[in-house]
């Protein structure tokens, strides 16, 4: 079974620009979550998707965004892009999540957004 | 979810067994206990998951307390591609869907 892809891998945009990423789960998995990795704030949740609905929401500002497609294909989109966005952008899939313990996330090779 | 202490790296020489400790004192009874793995600028590897059994696959073994207050992660014959971030993270059963990374521990395998 093929794992999470994400699209595209590398991306360098320049401040103000948005940017849509991509992420296609593993097959018959429902929930699409997205992080975001950096340096100095390490690896931090922005959202969940399930059922094409966003279930749960990091601390992030409204710049961030997502949405969820009814073959649970997921996309982000980032908009007014900052210097501090420059991140490696990180989808995980699980089969059903509800939240049970068994749930387990299984990560793509992530997106690897640059800002100048 | 509850917090989780790692020590920051650790080293382990190559065909020897990497012990990697984690310490999650204020857990609660619903939590299990997760482990993954970041090589670099890759996404993170799901290695194993337990919630109060020793569990083991192909990749592992997890050892959990009796009181579950901490674990060890044990790669049993390291390889240099193991060199890697290891993540322990403890997560709820329930509501908390999300997983909390911390700092995790950079183990290096020595040749």
């Known amino acids: 079974k093929a794992g999470v892809t994400q699209t595209p891998r590398y991306l360098i945009k320049t401040r103000g620009q948005q940017v849509t990423l991509s992420c296609s789960p593993i097959s018959g998995h429902r929930s699409v979550s997205w992080y975001q990795q950096t340096p100095g704030q390490g690896l931090q949740f922005l959202f969940e998707?399930?059922?094409?609905?966003?279930?749960n929401k990091g601390n992030f500002p409204g710049r961030f965004s997502g949405r969820q497609f009814s073959n649970s294909r997921s996309e982000m989109n980032v908009s007014t892009l900052e210097l501090g966005d420059s991140a490696l952008y990180l989808c995980?899939?699980?089969?059903?999540?509800?939240?049970?313990?068994?749930?387990?996330?299984?990560f793509g090779p992530g997106t690897r957004l640059t800002v100048l | 979810d509850a917090k989780t202490t790692q020590p920051p790296s650790m080293d382990c020489a190559e065909g020897r067994a990497a012990n990697l400790p984690c310490n999650h004192s204020?857990?609660?009874?619903?939590?299990?206990v997760y482990w993954y793995r970041q090589i670099h600028s890759q996404g993170p590897q799901y290695i194993i998951h337990g919630l109060k059994n020793n569990e083991t696959n192909e990749m592992a073994s997890l050892i959990i307390t009796e009181d579950r207050k901490s674990s060890t992660l044990i790669l049993p014959h390291a390889t240099l591609r193991d060199t890697a971030v290891y993540y322990c993270?403890?997560?709820?059963?329930?509501?908390?869907?999300?997983?909390?990374f911390g700092s995790g521990t950079q183990l290096t395998v020595l040749p």
């Open positions: 995980a899939s699980s089969l059903v999540g509800q939240g049970a313990g068994t749930d387990t996330q299984y």
């Open positions: 993270i403890v997560r709820n059963s329930g509501s908390a869907r999300q997983l909390t």
């Open positions: 204020t857990i609660s009874g619903n939590e299990y």
């Open positions: 998707y399930f059922s094409e609905t966003q279930r």
